[in-house]
């Protein structure tokens, strides 16, 4: 499953390789960027774009909600899908299709992702559940609004007696899980709000409605990505060849993120690496 809007030649490389094992890959393309794009994408076997695209902005809750639409459709197929790997646009697999299968074999029903509590191991996050935060609703004014709600209002409180946890939106889970999540939030709308009103919900949502389940035990904090955050920015670092070494020397089964306008030859450095 992956959510992107953006380098459709980058793309292709990254489906063929998703794909070369019989696997298949639902796209989600951010509703802002032209279709018509991927048309090549058309005479590909088991590639899917999902039907129901919206509109993402950064730190919204549209980054969910195009991630549990592309569940649904999944789902609707009636597939037996073991495993649902939630990807972005610039990411790369670091092992085989092959590997990757064996790995998940090897640990079935279980839920990779990163789920650190935000009370005290993620604390620099407990602004983002205490505040409200607009950034699902971008219009003119919205900051300044932001401003006075949270002057006048109190502090925000997770519903319930639930633990909050997370830090990267992408884990590698089981579609009974995805399944889980999407009938709490549908079955609980007053979740669902708390979460719209929460920056980088993405970061959030799927970590803790399972987390506060009877799925608790089966999840594991660990989300299967090298992600290199060394620059300390907003975003993690662009690899390149200068990070060639400690990509395929690494346990994990993906790594982000990459730009071919930047650096094209560590696709070719991994590939030869799998081969």
């Given at each position: ?46 590639v ?38 939630l990807l ?10 092959a590997?990757?299968?064996?790995f ?89 709000r ?79 690496h799998?081969?």
């Open positions: 499953m992956i959510l992107t809007h953006g380098k459709p030649d980058q793309l292709k490389r990254l489906v063929q390789k998703l794909t070369c094992d019989g696997d298949s890959v639902f796209i989600h393309v951010d509703l802002k960027t032209p279709i018509n794009e991927y048309d090549f994408f058309q005479s590909y076997p088991n899917y774009f999902v039907q129901h695209r919206i509109k993402v902005y950064w730190g919204s809750y549209r980054m969910i909600q195009a991630t549990i639409n592309a569940c649904k459709e999944i789902i609707a197929t009636g597939i037996a899908f073991d495993y649902v790997n972005s646009g610039q990411d790369y697999p670091l092992k085989s299709g590997y990757i299968h064996r998940l074999e090897k640990n079935p029903g279980k839920a990779f992702m990163e789920f650190y509590r935000i009370s005290n191991e993620w604390t620099e996050a407990i602004p983002r559940l205490e505040k409200y935060h607009l950034a699902n609703y971008p219009f003119k004014g919205a900051y300044q609004l932001e401003m006075f709600l949270n002057f006048l209002l109190p502090r925000r409180k997770l519903p319930g007696q639930w633990v909050a946890v997370g830090r990267s939106q992408w884990f590698t889970i089981t579609l009974q899980h995805a399944q889980y999540v999407i009938d709490y939030l549908e079955k609980h709308p007053r979740v669902k708390f979460f719209q009103f929460t920056w980088g919900s993405d970061e959030f949502v799927f970590q803790t409605v399972l987390f506060n389940s009877p799925h608790k035990n089966e999840m594991v904090n660990n989300n299967l990505r090298y992600i290199d955050w060394s620059e300390k920015k907003a975003s993690p670092k662009t690899l390149t060849m200068q990070d060639a070494e400690m990509l395929v020397q690494s346990d994990k089964l993906f790594a982000r993120k990459f730009n071919n306008k930047i650096d094209e030859e560590i696709f070719n450095y991994i590939d030869m799998i081969a």
